[in-house]
């Protein structure tokens, strides 16, 4: 089901899937995939409202995608030894996915 919320940062009304809900002191904050500007953000649930009517019917112009056989790598440091190779890991590093996003740009 797809959602709406104000965002501060893009001065504008975003649809959101939400993806993960996590319980704060101060509430309930909910991980979204903004459908038209391909961002994830965290949203208060007090702030997110339920998209109704035909705008839910709208497509959404980003889309989640993933690279054709492309492994995440990191660089494993051995400290005891004293070298670094480069080997597999379970998530894209911060550098990475920064490096990847200037090369779209």
Do not use: M
């Not at 961002?39 to 980003?62: D, H, Q, T, W």
């Amino acid at each position: 089901q797809v959602y709406v919320f104000f965002s501060e940062e893009l001065q504008c009304w975003c649809r959101a899937l939400v993806e993960s809900v996590r319980h704060q002191l101060d509430g309930y904050r909910l991980g979204c995939f903004l459908v038209d500007y391909a961002k994830y953000c965290s949203v208060a649930s007090e702030n997110i409202r339920v998209l109704a009517g035909p705008f839910g019917k709208i497509p959404y112009r980003a889309k989640k995608c993933r690279l054709h056989c492309t492994k995440p790598l990191t660089l494993h440091i051995d400290y005891c030894e004293n070298t670094a190779k480069i080997g597999p890991a379970k998530r894209w590093d911060a550098a990475a996915i920064q490096h990847f996003r200037k090369l779209l740009e």
